[in-house]
């Protein structure tokens, strides 16, 4: 059974940081392109950052600059570090992990709040 679980969200002010997590079990994500996405309420999933398996990083325009995805192979685990965080950041950040023909799979997600 595949399970990709996140943490590290929570409650931060503006400008401040967090450093989400996201562990994976029953796959090894090595080969796998890792992504993070965001949902807002009453808007739909957005991407985030992905980052493939050989590290090539990718982000939304809204993001790229504060925002840092990257992985650990050995621990099956990707990160986002989330820095200058704003008011339009906060939404429940997904993990996913994607290969094509051999699977597409998400997180239950972790709720990112940023207010002062």
């Known amino acids: 059974q595949v399970q990709l679980v996140e943490s590290g969200g929570g409650l931060v002010q503006p400008g401040g940081s967090l450093r989400l997590s996201c562990a994976v079990s029953g796959i090894s994500i090595s080969i796998y392109r890792m992504g993070w996405y965001r949902q807002a309420p009453g808007k739909q999933r957005e991407l985030v950052a992905t980052?493939?398996?050989?590290?090539?990083?990718n982000y939304v325009d809204s993001v790229r600059g504060r925002f840092a995805v990257s992985r650990d192979n050995a621990k099956n685990t990707v990160y986002l570090q989330m820095n200058s965080l704003k008011l339009e950041d906060p939404a429940v950040y997904y993990c996913?992990?994607?290969?094509?023909?051999?699977?597409?799979?998400w997180g239950q997600g972790t709720q990112v709040t940023v207010s002062s």
């Open positions: 996913n992990a994607y290969y094509l023909g051999m699977g597409d799979y």
């Open positions: 980052i493939k398996n050989g590290g090539i990083t």
